[in-house]
């Protein structure tokens, strides 16, 4: 499987022997400042492994633009940097930043994924309004592509999305949600979305699928993600992998060598 996003060199996965052996391939996400270097360096050191920078609304309080531009430029050369993101918002808790200082900061991310030519990873949670708004006015900006993470919407919100951005390369990727109960209806959100479009991930350490639920979630643990699409899709677990591969590497324009 290609995970197109995790997070193992969080700490609560650095330590894996698969992690440090580089056996998960996919794409290292950005999410604070501070950790952009460490995600860079295990991408460089390892085949297969991708690298985004990026900055979650969760630390939008304390985002320096010129830091991040500067961050972006000086990186510009490494051929393992694939994305801008994850950026977005994020209406799930109410100890997070305000929501202007979000927005602000995720518009000025996708000012640099326009300037610097790369495609957009986005983050959303119990934000549609904004997310699709934001989205829509800076269309312009994201002829690169745009990929909402984690896929949380309804069939319906996808659509519109898809309408609203036509002529915007707009993926989505599915991830340990979809196998929830409670998030069934995920299942019409993936069947509305066109076949080229769909991405897999696990968002490791979060998210865990069931029969994992709750636990800290594991690149290994996709397998359960891909299983519940592949039900939900009526194709096999292989195809699944196929296409979310294919579709991974044309969202992030990775060519397939390996
Ligand atoms: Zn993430």
């Not at 920078?53 to 991040?68: I, K, L, M, R, W």
């Not at 393992?80 to 209406?91: L, N, P, R, S, T």
């Not at 808790?93 to 996708?110: A, C």
């Not at 994924?113 to 119990?126: C, M």
């Amino acid at each position: 499987m290609f995970d197109s996003h995790f997070h193992t060199t969080d700490p609560r996965l650095i330590t894996l022997p698969e992690v440090v052996q580089g056996k998960n391939h996919g794409v290292e996400i950005g999410a604070d400042f501070e950790s952009l270097p460490a995600v860079f360096e295990y991408a460089r050191e390892h085949e297969g492994i991708y690298c985004t920078a990026g900055v979650h609304p969760e630390y939008a309080d304390t985002y320096s633009a010129n830091d991040f531009e500067n961050f972006v430029v000086a990186n510009l050369n490494e051929p393992k940097f694939v994305a801008i993101g994850e950026c977005g918002v994020d209406y799930h808790r109410d100890d997070l930043p305000s929501r202007e200082q979000q927005i602000t900061v995720f518009e000025h991310q996708i000012f640099m994924a326009d300037r610097y030519h790369k495609p957009l990873v986005v983050h959303s949670r119990d934000a549609w309004e904004d997310t699709a708004n934001v989205l829509i006015a800076n269309r312009s900006k994201l002829k690169h592509g745009v990929l909402i993470h984690c896929m949380s919407y309804t069939a319906e919100q996808a659509k519109f999305l898809m309408e609203q951005l036509s002529g915007v390369p707009v993926y989505f990727a599915f991830g340990g949600h979809i196998t929830y109960k409670n998030k069934a209806y995920l299942h019409d959100t993936l069947r509305a979305i066109p076949l080229d479009r769909i991405l897999i991930e696990t968002d490791a350490p979060y998210l865990a699928p069931v029969p994992k639920r709750g636990e800290i979630n594991r690149p290994q643990y996709i397998q359960y993600t891909a299983e519940t699409m592949a039900q939900v899709l009526n194709k096999t677990v292989d195809e699944i992998e196929l296409m979310t591969r294919n579709n991974a590497y044309q969202f992030y324009k990775i060519k397939a060598v390996q």
